[in-house]
């Protein structure tokens, strides 16, 4: 069954370059960044893996856990690992799952069920193992992003989509678009204006449905 947004993620108990990990356990309660990738040794992953451990200072200021997984064995990872951090030019010090059964990329419905691994395979023969997942400490799925092979994810992106979910969670706004920290933000619809202003102050209604306000806290 396909993960959606607002599913509990799923508590794996996984194998990873740092030893076994239960899912939930990881998250504990902070938020969780999974990023997902088709083989090691591969050059747009490794420059994503070293993307993501460039920005290990922003993640912990987020109080976010971030973890790895590739379709390969711990073996390959920590071999990978060095690779990284070369290029990177720091520690990547979060874990990597290692998926070389498929079963973890199968339990979040990143392939086809009868998918496998042949001898020889190339990255090609798991290329939908690109996704994002944001996890809530509620172990709720927040948002999913999957990318082709051929385009590097934008972990500014994946930043920014991290601060709006963090600003939103169970608060009544939304965030408009291309809006950054710190930006106004949109007033759900679920409080009328009576309610909106007792809750947040003034607001700026721009359209009957769309009322900004300045960001809580």
């Known amino acids: 069954m396909a993960l959606r947004i607002n599913d509990t993620f799923p508590d794996l108990t ?93 339990a979040l419905d990143m392939l086809p069920a009868e998918a496998y691994l042949p001898d020889g395979r190339t990255a090609a023969d798991s290329a939908s193992v690109r996704v994002v997942f944001i996890v809530s400490p509620d172990k709720k799925v927040q948002l999913m992003m999957s990318y082709p092979m051929s385009v590097g994810r934008n972990f500014a992106e994946v930043l920014r989509a991290l601060d709006a979910l963090q600003a939103t969670y169970q608060t009544p706004i939304a965030t408009p678009a291309n809006w950054v920290h710190g930006q106004d933000v949109i007033v759900a619809l679920s409080l009328d204006d009576e309610a909106a202003k007792a809750k947040f102050g003034e607001i700026d209604a721009k359209l009957p449905y769309l009322r900004m306000t300045k960001m809580p806290g």
């Open 14 to 106: 996984v194998e990873t370059d740092q030893g076994t990990i239960s899912m939930h356990d990881y998250i504990g309660d902070q938020w969780m960044i999974l990023f997902s990738h088709p083989k090691d040794f591969t050059p747009v992953c490794t420059t994503e893996f070293g993307a993501v451990a460039q920005l290990a200072d922003e993640w912990a200021k987020r109080n976010t856990k971030v973890i790895g997984l590739s379709v390969d064995a711990v073996a390959e990872h920590k071999e990978w690992k060095a690779d990284i951090e070369s290029y990177a030019g720091t520690d990547a010090a979060f874990p990597i799952i290692a998926d070389e059964s498929l079963e973890v990329s199968k």
